[in-house]
């Protein structure tokens, strides 16, 4: 399809190439921290609150304070005031994936028009109640599922999706392990 | 002893500097720390033959001249080439001499070596780009009943235990590994983790010729907007044999070899692995139909549709879906891990200070961040071939005429 209007999906690439280039020679400025604080509320419900974070040297806040009600629904016999902790997980994966999307389509000049991801995640819950051993508390397997509507062959659209993944941090947290230390003050 | 140039290795890439050298009467000695040829008599395991075929390895001055054009040689005939090349071009070789520091000095560099020092205004650092394995750190944290070895310490399958063996990496060199390992009667689990996927003949030709004529190996590393990721690159799976086959995933699954994600972690004896399998088999297969995609566009514009065979697809690369995260390294089912997690080079001996924090050369296409200080034979150095003998040549053009300028001074440039 021929197209004058140059590819836009909103995202700054140029920005991006240039902090690439000045991180490389900069590492210690590239290093982040990311935080989150949760209070309980009340059964299994708990909000979580993210603002501040650390970056580029300095310390950073969001344009708001975000939170993110969590709970569990009516058939684990609790009040469903939020998302499952899980349903946050695969959120945040198809989140960090379509960022990368949007982001890799814009590098390689590819205009999308939609974007839908659809995720999946297996659990047996016989591991989070404690009913077999052999059985992981977390997912057994997660499936996500694009549909891309783009100026793009197939297999172009499956290059961006692939490069998503690869240079996504929640996809990176999920398929490889992490040292996780919990405290208490 | 003072000469005006001294280059640093006399294997492929040094003495295709020698003799570019030599073409411009520039003065030069090249120090060798072993003989000819060093790495590889030395660092290669037994069954390694080149992947590019016997045609590809053109140094200046010097080509094939067999009757097997299309044959790949082995570690005994690529020594007695690369000896031959250096009787040919009379390079000034000093064997059994081992460069232990190189500083700046006035007017050039001092160059101490165990049977001496030399002085001159340039030095070439031809001294490979596989010195040093690659380990990971987590290599550490395998239980001590478990053999490991490095790829550069791999001879053949015999070295190795009776039972499991899992390779790490599946570059050239952990597929070949792998391969043969398996065949040995030893299972191979292979942990994959980015790869590049190539056939060793696509449309009834070597995939070296395609990408010679095509221009694929000449790109340039000024064309790259992301070098850092080019030059790091695992070697594409390849093998040069005489029945010209494939060592890709498919091929190794073939024979029975077990496919495993990326080694992420090993925590308490038990290994656990990547689970992005399936993506790093779809990103290979994806960038190989590019690589192909590419090469039928230029048969076509070049008229050659006629005459070879027709466009294909090869088969998807299998993975079991969900394949194990983790393996407990006690149960004895691993005996010996191979680490074929690549290969860095060993500058401990370079007292300039051009190395980054990663322990590389600062290089602007082999011409290093100090005045007169040259670098050869590293991956994507000036082109993607940088890393093929056959890139050697190209690379000592650009880069003696370079330090040819460099010696003129800049009142005559």
């Given at each position: 399809?021929?197209?004058?209007?140059?590819?836009?999906?909103?995202?700054?690439?140029?920005?991006?190439?240039?902090?690439?280039?000045?991180?490389?020679?900069?590492?210690?400025?590239?290093?982040?921290?990311?935080?989150?604080?949760?209070?309980?509320?009340?059964?299994?419900?708990?909000?979580?609150?993210?603002?501040?974070?650390?970056?580029?040297?300095?310390?950073?806040?969001?344009?708001?304070?975000?939170?993110?009600?969590?709970?569990?629904?009516?058939?684990?016999?609790?009040?469903?005031?939020?998302?499952?902790?899980?349903?946050?997980?695969?959120?945040?994966?198809?989140?960090c994936?379509t960022?990368?999307?949007?982001?890799v389509?814009?590098?390689?000049?590819?205009?999308?028009?939609?974007?839908?991801?659809?995720?999946?995640?297996?659990?047996?819950?016989?591991?989070?109640?404690?009913?077999?051993?052999?059985?992981?508390?977390?997912?057994?397997g997660?499936?996500?599922?694009?549909?891309?509507?783009?100026?793009?062959?197939?297999?172009?659209?499956?290059?961006?999706?692939?490069?998503?993944?690869?240079?996504?941090?929640?996809?990176?947290?999920?398929?490889?392990?992490?040292?996780?230390?919990?405290?208490?003050? | 002893?003072?000469?005006?140039?001294?280059?640093?290795?006399?294997?492929?890439?040094?003495?295709?500097?020698?003799?570019?050298?030599?073409?411009?009467?520039?003065?030069?000695?090249?120090?060798?720390?072993?003989d000819?040829?060093?790495?590889?008599?030395?660092?290669?395991?037994?069954?390694?033959?080149?992947?590019?075929?016997?045609?590809?390895?053109?140094?200046?001055?010097?080509?094939?001249?067999?009757?097997?054009?299309?044959?790949?040689r082995?570690?005994?005939?690529?020594?007695?080439?690369?000896?031959?090349?250096?009787?040919?071009?009379s390079?000034?070789?000093?064997?059994?001499?081992?460069?232990?520091?190189?500083?700046?000095?006035?007017?050039?560099?001092?160059?101490?070596?165990?049977?001496?020092?030399?002085?001159?205004?340039?030095?070439?650092?031809?001294?490979?780009?596989?010195?040093?394995?690659?380990?990971?750190?987590?290599?550490?944290?395998?239980?001590?009943e478990?053999?490991?070895?490095?790829?550069?310490?791999?001879?053949?399958?015999?070295?190795?235990?009776?039972?499991?063996?899992?390779?790490v990496?599946?570059?050239?060199?952990?597929?070949?590994?792998?391969?043969?390992?398996?065949?040995?009667?030893?299972?191979?689990?292979?942990?994959?983790?980015?790869?590049?996927?190539?056939?060793?003949?696509?449309?009834?030709?070597?995939?070296?010729?395609?990408?010679?004529?095509?221009?694929?190996?000449?790109?340039?590393?000024?064309?790259?907007?992301?070098?850092?990721?080019?030059?790091?690159?695992p070697?594409?799976?390849?093998?040069?044999?005489?029945?010209?086959?494939?060592?890709?995933?498919?091929?190794?699954?073939?024979?029975?070899v077990?496919?495993?994600?990326?080694?992420?972690?090993?925590?308490?004896?038990?290994?656990?692995?990547?689970g992005?399998?399936?993506?790093?088999c779809?990103?290979?297969?994806?960038?190989?139909?590019?690589?192909?995609?590419?090469?039928?566009?230029?048969?076509?514009?070049?008229?050659?549709?006629?005459?070879?065979?027709?466009?294909?697809?090869?088969?998807?690369?299998?993975?079991?879906?969900?394949?194990?995260?983790?393996?407990?390294?006690?149960?004895?089912?691993?005996?010996?891990?191979?680490?074929?997690?690549?290969?860095?080079?060993?500058?401990?001996?370079?007292?300039?200070?051009?190395?980054?924090?990663?322990?590389?050369i600062?290089?602007?296409?082999?011409?290093?961040e100090?005045?007169g200080?040259?670098?050869?034979?590293?991956?994507?150095?000036?082109?993607?071939?940088?890393?093929?003998?056959?890139?050697?040549?190209?690379?000592?053009?650009?880069?003696?005429?370079?330090?040819?300028?460099?010696?003129?001074?800049?009142?005559?440039?």
């Amino acid at each position: 399809m021929e197209t004058t209007t140059p590819v836009d999906n909103g995202v700054n690439v140029e920005a991006l190439l240039e902090a690439r280039e000045a991180l490389s020679d900069a590492p210690e400025a590239a290093q982040f921290q990311w935080r989150a604080t949760c209070e309980w509320v009340s059964g299994t419900h708990s909000r979580s609150t993210v603002e501040g974070f650390f970056g580029l040297g300095e310390e950073h806040s969001h344009k708001s304070k975000f939170t993110f009600d969590a709970d569990h629904p009516e058939v684990f016999a609790s009040e469903d005031h939020g998302a499952t902790p899980v349903e946050l997980v695969l959120a945040a994966l198809a989140s960090c994936l379509t960022a990368g999307v949007a982001s890799v389509a814009q590098m390689r000049d590819i205009q999308l028009r939609s974007v839908t991801a659809t995720l999946e995640g297996g659990m047996n819950i016989q591991g989070i109640l404690g009913a077999d051993n052999d059985v992981r508390n977390g997912f057994d397997g997660i499936k996500v599922t694009y549909d891309i509507d783009a100026d793009a062959t197939p297999d172009d659209i499956r290059a961006v999706v692939a490069q998503s993944q690869k240079r996504s941090a929640v996809y990176d947290v999920i398929t490889n392990p992490t040292n996780v230390s919990v405290e208490v003050n | 002893m003072h000469t005006t140039s001294v280059v640093i290795g006399a294997g492929h890439a040094g003495l295709a500097m020698s003799r570019c050298l030599s073409d411009r009467a520039i003065d030069h000695v090249v120090l060798e720390r072993g003989d000819v040829a060093n790495s590889w008599k030395t660092e290669r395991w037994d069954s390694l033959r080149l992947l590019t075929p016997n045609w590809q390895s053109r140094l200046p001055g010097f080509g094939y001249e067999g009757e097997d054009p299309d044959g790949f040689r082995n570690m005994a005939e690529t020594i007695a080439f690369i000896e031959r090349y250096a009787k040919v071009i009379s390079a000034p070789v000093e064997t059994r001499t081992t460069v232990t520091s190189v500083r700046s000095v006035d007017g050039g560099y001092e160059v101490t070596t165990d049977r001496g020092a030399w002085s001159a205004r340039t030095v070439v650092i031809a001294s490979g780009a596989c010195n040093l394995p690659n380990v990971p750190a987590l290599a550490d944290l395998v239980p001590a009943e478990i053999a490991t070895l490095a790829a550069l310490e791999y001879r053949n399958p015999d070295q190795l235990d009776e039972g499991g063996v899992m390779v790490v990496g599946a570059s050239a060199t952990g597929t070949q590994m792998a391969a043969e390992v398996q065949r040995s009667g030893r299972p191979v689990t292979l942990s994959v983790g980015e790869h590049v996927r190539v056939p060793r003949i696509y449309r009834g030709l070597d995939i070296k010729w395609w990408m010679d004529r095509c221009g694929v190996l000449d790109e340039h590393y000024t064309e790259y907007d992301n070098l850092e990721r080019v030059r790091n690159l695992p070697s594409p799976q390849l093998a040069g044999s005489d029945d010209r086959r494939t060592v890709d995933l498919n091929s190794l699954t073939d024979i029975g070899v077990k496919l495993i994600g990326r080694l992420a972690g090993i925590n308490d004896g038990n290994a656990q692995f990547s689970g992005s399998l399936q993506n790093q088999c779809v990103l290979s297969d994806l960038k190989m139909n590019r690589l192909l995609d590419r090469i039928d566009e230029w048969a076509t514009e070049n008229g050659l549709d006629e005459t070879v065979e027709s466009p294909h697809r090869f088969e998807p690369t299998r993975f079991e879906t969900s394949p194990p995260l983790g393996l407990s390294l006690a149960s004895g089912k691993i005996r010996t891990i191979i680490w074929a997690t690549g290969f860095r080079p060993d500058y401990s001996w370079l007292d300039v200070p051009v190395l980054d924090r990663k322990g590389r050369i600062r290089h602007d296409g082999g011409v290093a961040e100090a005045p007169g200080l040259y670098l050869m034979g590293i991956p994507f150095l000036r082109r993607r071939k940088s890393s093929l003998i056959d890139g050697a040549g190209d690379d000592a053009r650009d880069l003696s005429a370079h330090l040819a300028s460099f010696l003129d001074g800049p009142s005559r440039s």
